[in-house]
């Protein structure tokens, strides 16, 4: 709504006010992991803005630091950025109290350790470990994962308000998968886990754990991922539960549980 | 200068333009670790801008996801400044290159393991492992750090291009602390390596080694930080170089060298 206002607002007085922060802030939001560098007439183009509009804002962004310029002159999210970034509680702040405990999980299974919390509609991969030989997978820190088709998609997605997940689930076509994915979460708040196995691009198994904060309200979830199947997965169950549980006692949770 | 310009403009014509976009970056730049989260006034206050100003501008941010509210109603850094902050190349794409090695350390020593780059007159921490048992130090990732007085900045400074070097030096006073950093510049890119010792807020010694880049210039620096003294520390240089090694040859180093 108050996009529309401005919308309309700027038509009568164009280049006022508010409408500026939003051109630049598309600026940002131009760049993607497969778009990590950018030239000028690409970066206008990605973000809708005329070239000229573009060179001018984005000339201010260099100058604040949230844009740098590579080696070939291009654009690409400057230094500035990640350490404002870096004040984000649900980001950093938890990676902080997190870290010691993924660490320690990942030196006892030799696997991939993820943590995540649900961002809008999806989760946001906050941390990220993995040893060298662990099974290839395709998550990076800052990357986004469904919430229905990953372990700590299904685990935050189960934690969400009811009303929140009833409106996702009855989005997914056909009725039959919301069926599915309903009884599914059932289980995950039951048990206070989820596993998860899929075939591509490899064949893993996951197994996530919630994380839950001051107020027992679930904030993140952390998960091991393991080359498939879930039997072998299984066998990961206990310490990743033990590893979500330290993690919330430093997070201020009280009757710290593992089952909800 | 620009600024300047802006300054001036804007008497004569409010509202109009970019300067609505320093605004809206000078909110952000609001945050520090000692002020994850601001009320309105405070907010406002340390941005310099008037309230109303900063409500409105803040209303945009919010909408886009620079920043969120706490439980209290507090404003905070938001997660979608992470995500994007992801896609720098000099501090997550650094890191993600460097991680397996800088895990491999730190399972190897049990220590601290710090990743930094230069920006600006300082050095900014990139990423930070810790062991539960290691010493206590107060750097946090995307926290600075002063050139002259940890390994990392030492490391950083004394590679750092000679004219920019020599201002950088010429500032120190007494001129006599200027000489002496001079000729440990020196030794340090002689060595390819920095050992620095420091006795508050806890007495520690850090090991600090240069990562090369594409084209061998200096990119990064890794460090390890043990309990003083530095004989202690010495025994840790040859792993901290091997480290550094591995991860600039990841980056694409060619004739990877310790020396400079």
Redesign the interface.
Known sequence: M??GNGASRRGKRP????P???R??SL??A???EH??LGLNELSRRAGLPPSTAS??T???L????L?R??HGRY??????????????????L??AA??YL?DL??ITRQHVLLA?R?GDEA?L?ER????GAVEIAY?????LPLHETGVGLVLLAAADPGYRAEWIDRLEPSSAALRLRRRLAEVRNAGLAVFERQRPAPVCSVAVPIRGR?EQVVAAVSIVVPAGARKARAYEQVVRATAMAISRGLGARGTRSHA
Chains 1, 2 share one sequence.
């Open positions: 108050e996009q280049k006022s006010g508010e500026v922060v939003d630049a802030l940002l939001a760049f993607g992991s990590r560098a001018r804002l000339a201010r962004l100058r604040w630091g949230a740098e590579d080696d690409v999210i400057g230094l500035r950025l990640f350490e404002v970034a870096s004040l984000a509680p649900r980001s950093h702040g990676r902080e870290l010691p660490e990942h030196e919390v961002d946001l906050v470990l993995s040893a060298h990076r820190v800052g990357g986004r107020g």
